[in-house]
């Protein structure tokens, strides 16, 4: 069990990096004398935790250097300490340091010569650590990034794996400590996937007289002795499990195949068990699989166990069995990933690392094998070298050799538990037969099978990339690279993917989907690979729509924007405009400035996008590893790059090797320390010019690079600095402080977040953080290591719902005739604009994707703007009753029936009416009635959508509601009493029909009968 005192300190700071993701401390990194093992998270013993900040040695402290210390007093409850503890310290920059940090927040007591602790809590330690992570670290991170020691910080990846390692033993713990069995029972084998009454003639005696194997409704969900989320099951015990806890997992083995499990699983007690059920679990945390875990023993997943005996079930006791087999389901079942997920996040499994890839090669004698790959989804492979190496989820090339080499099939290793291959017709496939069974074997899932597809495999086969593989040694195995392996994919992709048009708008009547559907054909487009692998499960599309969406124009990485047109949606909220900014003090008048609306932002990404690609191919410098490790990056600003007066201060710079600052420019810096530049100027400049000159003259330092903006996106140039600060009052441009540059390139416009993982700021200088620096884009070892994706720039997509709802031709204005595909940049007939508010030259990417969405029943297609319609593909989306069998809640298994109502015949009239009293444009969707499973939510879809719905189509007549619905839903009001006010002016016989006309009103809702809609009262 987990020390009390470390568990609650690592709870407390996984809480606290749950709100501050960028926050990194030290753990325990060793199990010396199984510390961890023990639940010693952390330096220390059942009084205390030592919780380092940074990676520094303590010496023989035995702890980092700078830390928190969590103890446990007499009286329960916990005090806080910082330390600092530097024995055996011999870099000086670092004393120094230290010496700082004692200075600056002082009240340290000196325990020995090179520790200091200060107390921060007596008795409210958590409280008082929250406070000290707020308010002091970052005051300590930034005089380390001043002094720059940035080599302390915690690397993200140092911290990962410690705390995995910590995460491993947590669960190892848990299933010590927990009551909790993993039973692994045996079932009789069903034809119908336990789901149904087995056809199966081979089950046992019992089956063989006659009988039905109990388990057939194992994974019925829905059957009706099932209620809540309980769902209630059978296997076959000579004695049942002793169990101590109503919290088990159980797995079904049938016929050497993990075939399901159930979670939250009990055991019935004998009184309340019957022939037909013994145990149950949560329906929730319950799966039945479709693709089932083959060789179960051959992978260790009996543990220790030959078999499971005539007792009917074995107890399993390693978490890394359980692990492993709930992976392998979720590879072979990744339709089903959100049951098996949630299954261990209960177990509480963390996600595993991310993929190695491989090339294994084959001999071309064995081409016939392939197909048999294909078939049956599942085989081996040999594995001769790496086998330690090799986990579950890694990625398999399968490479042809000999005569016809090339890429044939892409896979997903099932297991990274490798046995010995003893079947001898499936050993021949190794070797030709020769020794076949000496080979170990790895599991693998075939995921795409290319021996059915020659031209394809014909374009793999000369891949440069793989030049080293052709002819390679059978059975021989390489480590791959992941641009290796999407190298192959972006190809299978193009190859495959249906393509979409540039421009489509979805249209149809309300509840027919089209914002639904905009969500698979954004993900299809921007994903196209992903796609194909989710595309019938809904939970995972809208998690990779979410993924790809863009949240913040300022800061995303994501692909997929959004808007909707109204009637006060504009070409300046489209496209650009003037916005007034902030006043600030001294402002004497209202100032503006030009903002890029949802069109030119998401263009302006794609733009970026295929820039980067073009960049990419080039390789405009490299760093060594080591010199990028021990780097610090700076943002400057050589003048502002939208003021033309501002490009001579640019240009003197690059022809000259300099970086320059405008601040002060009047005054020689040359000699003068940071306080005493902070003196000359913290009056002057109120807004941080003191602070940008001493960053461009006493915190740059030689060696150290720097970044010449252009705007907040761009960069322009790189320089390395190689030289002190000096001062040039005869300088011709208008900046007279200067520090001389190398330039590593410059004339460039390369998209900030090919390098930087945030937007620039506008501060004039200021130094980057360098987790967010992207290396590969400073480390390159040569031109065949560029990123595979510019090969295949990124796809973009705006969706624009209601796109019929706005003022189209005021909204897109000049830019309706830039979208078409034959108009968009880089095409035959490219066109340029140049905007009214920027002056700037503008044309749309063709990388990217604009789907609309239009409602009918607003206004009619026939009614669009016709300089939209031309350059739209049009897509309907039309309603269609049939699909609430498929897809509804009441699909096949209740045949689209509610209560002996059927709801699709239901519909089917409605909208048959509906299209005669108006037109096919009004029809009702059948998206509002996917959820309905009951008698009342068919009431609540009524009351809700469908009526009031109706009373627009017909402007409140409810007469032809009447028509569509019958008169169980609307009923004439039949007001004896009631008369009109005197007026002798009016028309009396005009006043006698009036008051006979008919008025009259919806129903009750206990009145109202379905069945009446579809079938005629028989009286």
Same mark, same amino acid.
């Given at each position: 069990?987990?020390?009390?005192?470390?568990?609650?300190?690592?709870?407390?700071?996984?809480?606290?990096?749950?709100?501050?993701?960028?926050?990194?401390?030290?753990?325990?990194?060793?199990?010396?004398?199984?510390?961890?093992?023990?639940?010693?998270?952390? %330096?220390?013993?059942?009084?205390?935790?030592?919780?380092?900040?940074?990676?520094?040695?303590?010496?023989?402290?035995?702890?980092?250097?700078?830390?928190?210390?969590?103890? =446990?007093?007499?009286?329960?409850?916990?005090? $806080?300490?910082?330390?600092?503890?530097?024995?055996?310290?011999?870099?000086?920059?670092?004393?120094?340091?230290?010496?700082?940090?004692?200075?600056?927040?002082?009240?340290?007591?000196?325990?020995?010569? &090179?520790?200091?602790?200060?107390?921060?809590?007596?008795?409210?330690?958590?409280?008082?650590?929250?406070?000290?992570?707020?308010?002091?670290?970052?005051?300590?991170?930034?005089?380390? =990034?001043?002094?720059?020691?940035?080599?302390?910080?915690?690397?993200?990846?140092?911290?990962?794996?410690?705390?995995?390692?910590? +995460?491993?033993?947590?669960?190892?713990?848990?299933?010590?400590?927990?009551?909790?069995?993993?039973?692994?029972?045996?079932?009789?084998?069903?034809?119908?996937?336990?789901?149904?009454?087995?056809?199966?003639?081979?089950?046992?005696?019992?089956?063989?007289?006659?009988?039905?194997?109990?388990?057939?409704?194992?994974?019925?969900?829905?059957?009706?002795?099932?209620?809540?989320?309980?769902?209630?099951?059978?296997?076959?015990?000579?004695?049942?499990? *002793?169990?101590?806890?109503?919290?088990?997992?159980?797995?079904?083995?049938?016929?050497?195949?993990?075939?399901?499990?159930?979670?939250?699983?009990?055991?019935?007690?004998?009184?309340?068990?019957?022939?037909?059920?013994?145990?149950?679990?949560?329906?929730?945390?319950?799966?039945?699989?479709?693709?089932?875990?083959? @060789?179960?023993?051959?992978?260790?997943?009996?543990?220790?166990?030959?078999?499971?005996?005539?007792?009917?079930?074995?107890?399993?006791?390693?978490?890394? &069995?359980?692990?492993?087999?709930?992976?392998?389901?979720?590879?072979?079942?990744?339709?089903?990933?959100?049951?098996?997920?949630?299954?261990?996040?209960?177990?509480?499994?963390?996600?595993?690392?991310?993929?190695?890839?491989?090339?294994?090669?084959?001999?071309? *004698?064995?081409?016939?094998?392939?197909?048999?790959?294909?078939?049956?989804?599942?085989?081996?492979?040999?594995?001769?070298?790496? *086998?330690?190496?090799?986990?579950?989820?890694?990625?398999?090339?399968?490479?042809?050799?000999?005569?016809?080499?090339?890429?044939?099939?892409?896979?997903?290793?099932?297991?990274?538990?490798?046995? +010995?291959?003893?079947?001898?017709?499936?050993?021949?496939?190794?070797?030709?037969?020769?020794?076949?069974?000496?080979?170990?074997?790895?599991?693998?899932?075939?995921?795409?099978?290319?021996?059915?597809?020659?031209?394809?495999?014909?374009?793999?086969?000369?891949?440069?990339?793989?030049?080293?593989?052709?002819?390679?040694?059978?059975?021989?195995?390489?480590?791959?690279?992941?641009? %290796?392996?999407?190298?192959?994919?972006?190809?299978?992709?193009?190859?495959?993917?249906?393509?979409?048009?540039?421009?489509?708008?979805?249209?149809?009547?309300?509840?027919?989907?089209?914002?639904?559907?905009?969500?698979?054909?954004?993900?299809?487009?921007?994903?196209?690979?992903?796609?194909?692998?989710? +595309?019938?499960?809904?939970?995972?599309?809208?998690?990779?729509?979410?993924?790809?969406?863009?949240?913040?124009?300022?800061?995303?990485?994501?692909?997929?924007?959004?808007?909707?047109?109204?009637?006060?949606?504009?070409?300046?909220?489209?496209?650009?405009?003037?916005?007034?900014?902030?006043?600030?003090?001294?402002?004497?008048?209202?100032?503006?400035?030009?903002?890029?609306?949802?069109? @030119?932002?998401?263009?302006?990404?794609?733009?970026?996008?295929?820039?980067?690609?073009?960049?990419?191919?080039?390789?405009?410098?490299?760093?060594?590893?080591?010199?990028?490790?021990?780097?610090?990056?700076? *943002?400057?600003?050589?003048?502002?790059?939208?003021?033309?007066?501002?490009?001579?201060?640019?240009?003197?710079?690059?022809?000259?090797?300099?970086?320059?600052?405008?601040?002060?420019?009047?005054?020689?810096?040359?000699?003068?320390?940071?306080?005493?530049?902070?003196?000359?100027?913290?009056?002057?400049?109120?807004?941080?010019?003191?602070?940008?000159?001493?960053?461009?003259?006493?915190?740059?330092?030689?060696?150290?690079?720097? $970044?010449?903006?252009?705007?907040?996106?761009?960069?322009?140039?790189?320089?390395?600095?190689?030289?002190?600060?000096?001062?040039?009052?005869?300088?011709?441009?208008?900046?007279?402080?200067?520090?001389?540059?190398?330039?590593?390139?410059?004339?460039?416009?390369?998209?900030?977040?090919?390098?930087?993982?945030?937007?620039?700021?506008?501060?004039?200088?200021? !130094?980057?953080?360098?987790?967010?620096?992207?290396?590969?884009?400073?480390?390159?070892?040569?031109?065949?290591?560029?990123?595979?994706?510019?090969?295949?720039?990124?796809?973009?997509?705006?969706?624009?719902?209601?796109?019929?709802?706005?003022?189209?031709?005021?909204?897109?204005?000049?830019?309706?005739?830039?979208?078409?595909?034959?108009?968009?940049?880089?095409?035959?007939?490219? =066109?340029?604009?140049?905007?009214?508010?920027?002056?700037?030259?503008?044309?749309?990417?063709?990388?990217?994707?604009?789907?609309?969405?239009?409602?009918?029943?607003? +206004?009619?297609?026939?009614?669009?703007? &016709?300089?939209?319609?031309?350059?739209?593909?049009?897509?309907?989306?039309?309603?269609?009753?049939?699909?609430?069998?498929?897809?509804?809640?009441?699909?096949?298994?209740?045949?689209?029936?509610?209560?002996?109502?059927?709801?699709?015949?239901?519909?089917?009239?409605?909208?048959?009416?509906?299209?005669?009293?108006?037109?096919?444009?009004?029809?009702?969707?059948?998206?509002?009635?996917?959820?309905?499973?009951?008698?009342?939510?068919?009431?609540?879809?009524? !009351?809700?959508?469908?009526?009031? $719905?109706?009373?627009?189509?017909?402007?409140?007549?409810?007469?032809?509601?009447?028509?569509?619905?019958?008169?169980?839903?609307?009923?004439?009001?039949?007001?004896?009493?009631?008369?009109?006010?005197?007026?002798?002016?009016?028309?009396?016989?005009?006043?006698?029909?009036?008051?006979?006309? !008919?008025?009259?009103?919806?129903?009750?809702?206990?009145?109202?009968?379905?069945?009446?809609?579809?079938?005629?009262?028989?009286?």
């Amino acid at each position: 069990m987990a020390n009390t005192l470390h568990k609650k300190v690592l709870e407390f700071l996984e809480n606290y990096r749950n709100l501050h993701p960028e926050f990194l401390y030290w753990t325990r990194e060793k199990n010396t004398k199984g510390r961890l093992k023990d639940g010693y998270w952390f %330096q220390g013993t059942d009084d205390y935790a030592f919780v380092g900040l940074y990676d520094r040695s303590g010496g023989t402290n035995m702890t980092r250097s700078l830390g928190l210390v969590f103890s =446990m007093n007499p009286d329960g409850n916990i005090s $806080l300490t910082f330390q600092i503890a530097f024995n055996e310290e011999t870099d000086k920059r670092l004393l120094r340091f230290y010496q700082d940090l004692i200075d600056t927040f002082g009240d340290f007591k000196q325990v020995t010569e &090179t520790r200091f602790d200060k107390i921060l809590s007596d008795d409210n330690a958590f409280e008082e650590a929250e406070n000290f992570l707020n308010q002091v670290k970052p005051l300590i991170d930034q005089k380390i =990034m001043d002094a720059g020691l940035e080599e302390i910080f915690i690397e993200p990846l140092k911290f990962e794996k410690n705390l995995q390692k910590i +995460r491993e033993y947590q669960t190892k713990l848990a299933f010590e400590a927990n009551s909790r069995r993993i039973i692994m029972a045996s079932i009789t084998w069903n034809s119908n996937q336990w789901k149904s009454l087995s056809n199966d003639p081979s089950n046992h005696g019992h089956v063989k007289g006659g009988g039905q194997a109990n388990e057939s409704w194992n994974f019925d969900f829905e059957n009706k002795r099932n209620t809540g989320d309980e769902v209630i099951g059978y296997a076959k015990f000579t004695n049942p499990p *002793k169990v101590d806890s109503d919290d088990n997992l159980v797995i079904f083995y049938s016929q050497k195949k993990i075939v399901g499990f159930y979670g939250k699983a009990k055991i019935l007690e004998q009184k309340k068990a019957n022939e037909y059920c013994n145990l149950s679990g949560s329906k929730s945390l319950s799966v039945g699989l479709d693709n089932h875990i083959v @060789k179960v023993k051959e992978k260790g997943y009996l543990e220790d166990k030959e078999r499971i005996g005539r007792i009917g079930f074995i107890y399993l006791n390693e978490p890394n &069995t359980i692990q492993n087999i709930l992976q392998e389901a979720l590879l072979l079942n990744p339709h089903q990933a959100k049951s098996i997920q949630a299954i261990q996040d209960w177990l509480g499994f963390k996600p595993t690392n991310e993929a190695n890839y491989w090339i294994f090669q084959g001999n071309p *004698k064995v081409y016939d094998f392939h197909g048999a790959i294909a078939a049956n989804a599942i085989r081996s492979w040999t594995v001769n070298t790496h *086998k330690k190496k090799i986990k579950i989820g890694d990625k398999v090339i399968l490479w042809l050799t000999g005569k016809e080499p090339g890429c044939y099939a892409l896979a997903t290793v099932t297991s990274n538990l490798f046995h +010995r291959v003893d079947d001898k017709d499936e050993a021949k496939f190794y070797t030709d037969g020769k020794g076949a069974g000496e080979g170990n074997a790895v599991e693998i899932k075939v995921d795409y099978n290319l021996s059915e597809t020659p031209v394809l495999r014909e374009t793999l086969k000369d891949l440069p990339e793989f030049d080293s593989f052709n002819g390679g040694t059978q059975g021989t195995n390489f480590t791959a690279t992941k641009e %290796q392996y999407d190298t192959i994919l972006r190809l299978i992709t193009m190859a495959t993917t249906e393509s979409s048009p540039l421009n489509q708008i979805f249209f149809g009547p309300p509840g027919t989907g089209k914002t639904y559907h905009t969500i698979d054909e954004a993900v299809k487009i921007v994903s196209p690979h992903r796609y194909k692998e989710i +595309r019938d499960d809904r939970d995972l599309l809208r998690e990779e729509y979410d993924k790809k969406f863009i949240f913040d124009w300022e800061a995303s990485s994501g692909q997929i924007g959004f808007c909707t047109f109204h009637q006060s949606f504009s070409y300046e909220d489209f496209v650009e405009g003037i916005k007034p900014l902030d006043p600030e003090d001294g402002d004497t008048y209202l100032k503006y400035e030009t903002q890029e609306g949802v069109f @030119k932002r998401i263009c302006r990404l794609a733009e970026d996008s295929l820039k980067a690609g073009e960049k990419k191919k080039q390789i405009l410098f490299t760093l060594p590893q080591s010199e990028f490790d021990q780097s610090h990056f700076y *943002k400057i600003s050589l003048g502002e790059a939208n003021v033309p007066t501002d490009q001579e201060i640019y240009d003197y710079c690059m022809e000259k090797g300099l970086i320059t600052l405008g601040f002060g420019s009047e005054i020689d810096l040359t000699g003068k320390n940071e306080s005493e530049v902070s003196e000359l100027y913290s009056q002057r400049y109120k807004d941080g010019g003191a602070q940008f000159l001493n960053y461009f003259k006493n915190y740059l330092k030689v060696g150290n690079y720097v $970044l010449v903006s252009r705007g907040n996106h761009y960069v322009r140039a790189l320089g390395k600095v190689s030289g002190d600060y000096f001062y040039d009052p005869a300088a011709p441009i208008r900046y007279k402080h200067f520090r001389k540059v190398e330039w590593l390139f410059k004339d460039q416009d390369i998209p900030i977040q090919e390098l930087y993982e945030k937007n620039l700021s506008q501060q004039s200088i200021y !130094k980057l953080k360098k987790e967010w620096i992207k290396p590969q884009f400073f480390v390159k070892k040569a031109a065949d290591e560029v990123d595979i994706d510019s090969k295949d720039p990124k796809k973009y997509v705006l969706v624009i719902d209601e796109i019929n709802r706005g003022n189209v031709a005021s909204i897109f204005g000049e830019l309706i005739t830039l979208i078409e595909t034959d108009k968009r940049a880089g095409s035959t007939e490219e =066109m340029k604009v140049v905007l009214p508010y920027s002056k700037q030259k503008f044309s749309v990417p063709s990388n990217l994707y604009i789907i609309g969405t239009m409602n009918t029943a607003d +206004r009619s297609i026939e009614a669009l703007d &016709t300089a939209l319609r031309r350059r739209f593909s049009f897509k309907e989306m039309s309603s269609d009753p049939e699909l609430l069998k498929s897809e509804g809640k009441i699909g096949q298994e209740k045949g689209g029936i509610i209560d002996s109502i059927d709801v699709v015949l239901m519909l089917q009239k409605i909208n048959d009416r509906i299209e005669k009293l108006i037109d096919k444009d009004h029809k009702i969707g059948h998206a509002y009635f996917m959820e309905d499973t009951t008698v009342n939510d068919l009431k609540r879809t009524f !009351k809700n959508k469908v009526i009031p $719905l109706l009373e627009e189509y017909f402007f409140g007549d409810f007469g032809k509601i009447g028509l569509v619905l019958g008169s169980s839903f609307i009923q004439a009001d039949h007001n004896k009493d009631f008369d009109f006010a005197e007026f002798k002016d009016y028309d009396s016989n005009l006043k006698s029909d009036l008051k006979q006309r !008919k008025v009259y009103k919806i129903n009750p809702e206990e009145e109202w009968e379905f069945k009446s809609i579809y079938t005629p009262t028989v009286k």
